[in-house]
């Protein structure tokens, strides 16, 4: 509630630095997407950065602002309790492997993110879903396949987020 989700709404989480692997465009995208899909989504950012302007910017041109909340960068000690009030950790990067996603998967969050990071290796099909780069577009609506889905099903995501748990 303190993010403004309803019960129904599957909470998205990202929790790192929007630095410049961040793909501002694709989170914006994607959550748009879901909202054309009429999908229960919000999308609750606890990062700052360089990136902070342009994930605002394209929020607000997509008309998807009112589905996001940017917290701002939190100590990492409190990430586990804004884990615990998740339903999935979405980390649309470029490259590298943030820690975000270990701690993410050891308490019990399904996955989304790019084959274009380390993360490909982490997250597999049985705990998430890593979307190869390519056009804006294209990598949001494959992101948004998956977290459509995972949005009606609390059971998948349960059984997603058991088996992220296990694989780290």
């Not at 609750?44 to 701002?72: E, I, K, N, Q």
Request: with cysteine; glycine share 8%; charged share 20%.
């Amino acid at each position: 509630p303190q993010w403004g989700a309803s019960p129904d709404d599957a909470v998205l989480v990202f929790a790192g630095r929007l630095g410049h692997r961040f793909r501002t465009d694709v989170a914006a995208a994607t959550l748009a997407e879901l909202r054309r899909r009429r999908a229960p989504v919000r999308l609750v950012v606890a990062a700052s950065g360089p990136g902070t302007t342009s994930l605002r910017t394209s929020l607000a041109r997509l008309d998807c602002a009112d589905r996001a909340l940017l917290v701002g960068a939190q100590p990492t000690e409190t990430w586990l309790k804004m884990f615990s009030a998740a339903d999935v950790f979405f980390a649309p990067v470029d490259d590298g492997t943030l820690l975000a996603v270990l701690r993410a998967m050891a308490c019990g969050l399904p996955v989304a993110t790019s084959t274009s990071s380390a993360h490909a290796s982490l997250v597999d099909r049985s705990c998430g879903i890593t979307v190869p780069p390519g056009d804006v577009d294209t990598e949001a609506r494959a992101y948004a396949d998956a977290i459509e889905a995972w949005a009606g099903n609390p059971g998948l995501r349960r059984q997603l987020g058991r088996a992220a748990r296990d694989r780290v």
